[in-house]
């Protein structure tokens, strides 16, 4: 009996997964036509879908893909604290040769495209967005995309589809080239948070990683460009 009851909730928590991350692709692939403004609910479908599935799964404790009381010893896993600081070079990087590229207009396009989420000009507010933000987006795309993903296809698969999903909802209208590039960009930097969750197997560490980021890619905007 307790045999086919696990096998049930593991065909319901594959049921929610792929319905799930079908509905997360659908809205964030809206982003691609400039009139559509859904494409940010699939942070809130990601972030629904987690706690859902966690709770059909029973996944508690270590299995949990998001856990507050293990974030020290998920540090010192092997590889994490290096692979946490890969976006922030990656994302300084970025901005540099877009804006060498594109001549300042990178820093104008990227402005655009997060000034309707960020009030940069209210320093604590900016703080608490930045951290609420890069939250819903790792229990999104690592915690549930990635992580519940990952029961049902291979790391690699999980991690490119999720990541051009997840890029997909960060594209904003604008030249064809600084699009491509900022969408590039994204992509480069949610795979890297994709390698950070799957050795953390916490999407908190992921969490940190991506609040790093976007704190040093908002100080090398203001302060060299």
Known sequence: MKKQRIMENNKKSVALTITGVAIMIALAVTKVMPSSNI???????????FFIAEAVGKEKGPESGLRFLTVLEDLKKPGVIVWILLPTVSGIVTNIVGNLMFHGEFEAHVLGRTGAILSFDKTLLLIGQVIIA????????????????????PFWLCAVVSSLTFAAG???AGNAGIVRFDFAGVFIDSLIFSVVYRKSGNCVISTISHIIANTAAIIVLFLFF
Do not use: N, Q, T
């Not at 494409?39 to 879908?49: R, T």
């Not at 890069?134 to 296809?153: N, P, Q, S, V, W």
């Open 170 to 172: 960060h594209i904003a």
């Open 39 to 49: 494409a940010g609910y699939s942070v809130f479908v990601g972030i629904a879908f």
């Open 134 to 153: 890069a939250f819903g987006e790792e229990i999104a795309y690592r915690g549930f995309f990635l992580g519940k993903g990952m029961k049902i296809c």
